[in-house]
């Protein structure tokens, strides 16, 4: 009947068409695309490339004798972010070595200013303690340092403006002093402002790092004076000094 159709199709049409329903059932399932999804392969590679390092640039020492016969050293170094990564840094503890590199004394417990940095900045520690057990200054020889670090999960440095410093000798008992204004940048309430002032000479060496804090609450967009002389530094760096650079930042207890 018109347009009616009977019979099978050509033997040859279907041999092809299982043929190749044959080999793509075939394919090897190792064979078949393996790549990420692209956030996900960025992720891994965002993992790989994760780097948190701190490394000490720059450090310096003295020892010296008191009045009373009491022997004193004074240790400051400066703390680089040398990862790609925002760090914390925990507590610093320094050894007080002589020459043979034996230890003379420790001191543990510093803080560095200030303790959240970005690739590419720094950080100030300072000490100034006594070694009960040395007479002679000559013994003491250098400074090594033990401290931790972990990547910034999301801490602000909480950095504030320095501004209008002053810098010079200081007294007997003060070698040197550090004056300024600290801005409240961050936006918020600082009710314990941390200030470091590193001591440079003429050749850009390190002679000394002076620490102190503001306890008292400084409001968003306010200021406050502030005036450094502790650490004591070795009176004969006292009188090498041309350059200074201080750092402030709001501390907090992290919750």
């Known amino acids: 009947m018109v347009g009616e159709t009977t019979g099978d199709a050509p033997e040859s049409e279907e041999v092809e068409a299982a043929e190749g329903q044959k080999e793509k059932a075939e394919v090897p399932v190792e064979e078949q695309s393996t790549e990420a999804a692209p956030d996900e392969a960025q992720e891994e590679k965002s993992e790989e490339n994760v780097s948190a390092a701190v490394e000490i640039t720059d450090q310096t020492g003295g020892a010296w004798v008191d009045s009373i016969d009491s022997l004193w050293v004074h240790s400051a170094a400066v703390l680089e972010n040398t990862g790609n990564v925002p760090v914390v840094i925990g507590e610093v503890q320094m050894n007080f070595m002589n020459g043979e590199g034996s230890v003379l004394g420790t001191d543990a417990m510093n803080s560095a200013t200030p303790e959240v940095l970005k690739p590419g900045e720094t950080a100030f520690v300072s000490q100034t303690t006594t070694l009960d057990a040395v007479t002679d200054p000559e013994e003491f020889d250098h400074t090594t340092y033990n401290f931790e670090y972990r990547e910034a999960f999301g801490e602000d440095a909480n950095l504030m403006e ?77 009188g090498k000094v041309k350059d200074v650079e201080v750092k402030a930042y709001g501390w907090d207890w992290g919750f």
Do not use: C, M
């Not at 200081?170 to 200030?195: A, F, W």
């Not at 060496?205 to 503001?214: A, E, K």
């Open 162 to 238: 320095v501004k209008s410093v002053q810098h010079g000798h200081g007294d007997e008992y003060t070698p040197y002093r550090v004056t300024g204004i600290v801005e409240n940048t961050t936006g918020d309430v600082q009710e314990d402002i941390r200030i470091a002032a590193g001591l440079y000479a003429e050749d850009g060496s390190l002679l000394g790092v002076l620490t102190d804090s503001i306890s008292v609450s400084v409001n968003a967009g306010s200021e406050a004076g502030f005036e450094l002389t502790y650490p004591e530094i070795p009176a004969e760096n006292a």
